[in-house]
């Protein structure tokens, strides 16, 4: 098999990463990174002999500071964030059915908002990488950072739901130790979206009440910044 | 992508069936078929432009009747089983380590024996088709057809959990909507093996006091005649 897949974890946020790679050219990329993490990562790249070529992100998340910052300034990577999240510092603002191509592997933008206005999801061979709009047998909040539920059961249901039922599914978290789901399973035994009309959801939505997370006021800032090392000092630092 | 994968799921058994083809040769393999959904697989294969080239099981089923019998009448189908199963009738007869080929894709078989002693798994690419030796969160029963919880634990954790996290798990049933799972999932969540010890594991599994599956007496022997249809008619008849 010519390409290489690795799921990673961060256990401190429970944030799964992704690494990518078509292994003839060893060009790779890395799908929601975390700054602690990031030694982890070169250490693969170095072992696997890749060469990271973009550094994606499905939003600006709210619970951990994206390692981008500081695998851009040892790869040479670039950053590509949906359009909509406010990270202007992103080398590539990506738009609904924009591709990004490594080595000979081909990956979709589908614009997946909703948790924040900037989601996106993207999907790869048979696999579709979700961030928070969809989660194992859940969805991301939408009580801050511009979520809207409404946008977030769109999303789900006119764009992830209609892909094949194999699709597999692997979103940016999961708490309870699930690495994977497909469609088909999601379309089955999701808590929150099937057999659930967009209004019930959104009612449903409004009244989740969850506590704000830890570290959104330190993470989103510093990942509008594209997790610029400096920022994330100064932030600390403040 | 140069390959074709369908999980199709027949409702009464619960069974998980999977076909798997090479777009390019066009030949395909059916896992784990079902005798009631001949039909559909003999439309998909027509739809698809497939050929089939193996009927694979991964034991004689307790709880329906295979589907090769009725493929084998339709199809240039080869049907193969673990040579431990009892199925002399099989044209394969399968042992550890062996390859399958079908097109340019290989499968290597894995003996996981302990649900039954003919149980194997099928490692294709980054998947494994594990039958009822380890399903999602759980495994099969150990209580019938010659199981031994001992062999299964060490099946599981010596065959299977040995694998990359990253490999998906495809068992043989699912009764909660599931659909897909990892070796990682699997070591994280599984209910009955991991933190358990193989004394534990065989005091659990010999104390689940389950009713006998409602198909067994019609099944395992039609299975073990390769779900040769005169054999089911008689079983039907009597």
Redesign the interface.
């Known amino acids: 098999?010519s390409i290489v897949?690795?799921?990673l974890f961060d256990e401190h946020s429970s944030t799964l990463t992704y690494l990518l790679a078509d292994a003839l050219s060893g060009d790779a990329v890395l799908i929601d990174s975390v700054a602690e993490q990031a030694a982890l990562y070169l250490g693969l790249l170095q072992e696997l002999k890749l060469n990271l070529v973009y550094l994606l992100e499905t939003h600006a998340h709210a619970d951990h500071v994206t390692g981008a910052g500081l695998m851009k300034e040892r790869t040479d990577a670039l950053t590509a964030t949906g359009r909509h999240t406010g990270t202007t510092c992103a080398d590539v603002q990506l738009a609904d059915g924009d591709t990004l191509v490594f080595g000979d592997e081909l990956i979709r933008v589908i614009a997946t908002p909703g948790h924040t206005p900037g989601c996106v999801s993207y999907r790869w061979?048979?696999c579709v990488f979700t961030g928070d709009a969809l989660l194992i047998g859940g969805c991301g909040r939408t009580d801050f950072q511009g979520g809207d539920a409404g946008r977030l059961y769109d999303s789900i249901t006119q764009r992830l739901f209609v892909l094949p039922?194999?699709t597999?599914v692997y979103p940016a978290h999961d708490y309870?130790?699930?690495?994977?789901?497909?469609i088909?399973?999601e379309k089955?035994?999701n808590e929150r979206v099937p057999g659930r009309s967009k209004q019930a959801f959104i009612e449903l939505m409004d009244n989740l009440k969850l506590p704000p997370p830890r570290m959104i006021d330190e993470a989103v800032p510093a990942n509008q910044r594209c997790g610029d090392q400096y920022a994330i000092i100064d932030i600390h630092a403040s």
Chains 1, 2 share one sequence.
């Open positions: 098999m897949f690795r799921q061979r048979h039922n194999e597999l309870k130790g699930r690495r994977v789901s497909s088909g399973q089955l035994t």
